[in-house]
């Protein structure tokens, strides 16, 4: 690749000025340095990076360049490159994330107390289409400027408007994002190149005996946790229980509630079989006493049609014959006639009753 240049400096020839070299005189000088670089090399990096005419940009870096200590916009990708010897120096710059770890941060809160902040880590990234313009007003050490300085100003400003308590544990989850927010804010205004992607913030060293006072009251407060989870934890199980017996007694009543049920079902059930079984007796007993009237108006039927004198008259016969009183005197014969008599008159009132009811029955058909 051809060696970067600046397109702002215009040719000349070498005996004039420090403008380009021509091609003849470069590989000429280039020889010369080549033979007499192991006698003039020195051990700095700065010096072996300026001497050497190929070079490489490592992955995740850009080449950049200086001609006479002005920096050129030409910016390289990762890869071999050439650049001319002395005149034009390279540097490598990291544009994927970087960790910046500033440590040992002295600051004072609001009450006074000095504390000492023992790491922050800053990841950032340096965007490459920024690299030209960032280089160019804050340098390769651009870092310095917006991250170590500028971290060292944010945390001595936050500390100095909050007291120990607040830095030390109440606020302190909130300080990694107030330095990114600050951080990023400083640098989207003057370096816009630069992205604060995150900021972990360690926590602060402070006076061994404040930080025993803040461990007891720990201590305490770990107890006066474990007494309400405790405490919590018997309201838990009370509750579990008279939830439990809630149950048990719900479960009572309901199985109480179906015996109840079935008892009054069988109860029903037995009613209703009783009922039946009466229905049916006073059916059968009906059928008996039907059966029994008829079997009664039959045989009185029966017996008005042989209620007839002659018939009545055997009876009477049957009975005086079957009669085995014997009475004496002169008055029997009167006795058995006054006895014939009135049989006598019975019997005729009763077949006239007969033949009355036989002749209002013969009317009735007719």
């Known amino acids: 690749m051809d060696p970067p240049q600046d397109s702002a400096a215009p040719p000349s020839p070498p005996a004039q000025s420090g403008g380009s070299f021509g091609i003849p005189a470069m590989l000429v000088f280039a020889s010369i340095v080549i033979i007499a670089s192991p006698a003039m090399v020195p051990s700095c990096w700065y010096t072996r990076n300026s001497l050497s005419i190929l070079h490489q940009v490592p992955e995740g870096h850009v080449g950049v360049y200086w001609k006479g200590g002005a920096l050129l916009k030409t910016i390289t990708e990762p890869g071999f490159h050439l650049k001319m010897p002395l005149v034009t120096q390279y540097e490598p710059v990291l544009v994927t994330l970087q960790t910046d770890q500033v440590r040992n941060i002295p600051c004072g809160t609001k009450g006074g107390v000095m504390i000492n902040f023992e790491k922050i880590e800053v990841v950032n990234k340096l965007k490459k289409e920024y690299v030209y313009e960032t280089l160019l007003n804050y340098g390769v050490n651009y870092d310095n400027t917006w991250i170590y300085d500028k971290i060292h100003h944010e945390i001595n400003q936050f500390c100095s408007s909050h007291s120990l308590q607040q830095v030390y544990i109440d606020v302190f989850d909130q300080i990694d994002e107030k330095m990114k927010d600050a951080l990023q804010c400083g640098c989207t205004k003057y370096a816009p190149g630069i992205e604060i992607l995150s900021v972990r913030v360690t926590k602060p060293i402070i006076p061994e ?11 305490e407060r770990t107890k006066v946790l474990i007494s309400i989870e ?13 939830k439990m017996a809630i149950h048990e007694a719900e479960k009572t009543a309901t199985v109480s ?7 009054l079902k069988e109860k029903e059930n037995a009613m209703e079989l009783q009922e039946i079984e009466n229905q049916m007796f006073i059916a059968h007993q009906k059928c008996l006493a039907d059966a029994d009237f008829y079997s009664a108006m039959k045989e009185a039927e029966a017996n008005k049609m042989k209620l007839t004198p002659e018939f009545l008259e055997l009876k009477f016969i049957e009975a005086i014959a079957n009669n085995t009183k014997i009475f004496f005197g002169h008055k029997v014969p009167d006795m058995v006639l006054d006895q014939r008599l009135l049989v006598g008159n019975f019997l005729e009132n009763v077949s006239q009753l007969v033949h009355g009811e036989r002749q209002m029955k013969s009317d009735d058909n007719a």
Not at 230 to 242: A, F, G, N
Request: charged content about 50%; aromatic content about 4%.
């Open 209 to 219: 005996r404040i930080r025993r006072n803040y461990e007891q009251m720990e201590e």
């Open 230 to 242: 405790r405490q919590k934890v018997v309201e838990k199980e009370s509750e579990t229980q008279k």
């Open 257 to 263: 509630n179906i015996l109840r049920e079935q008892k």
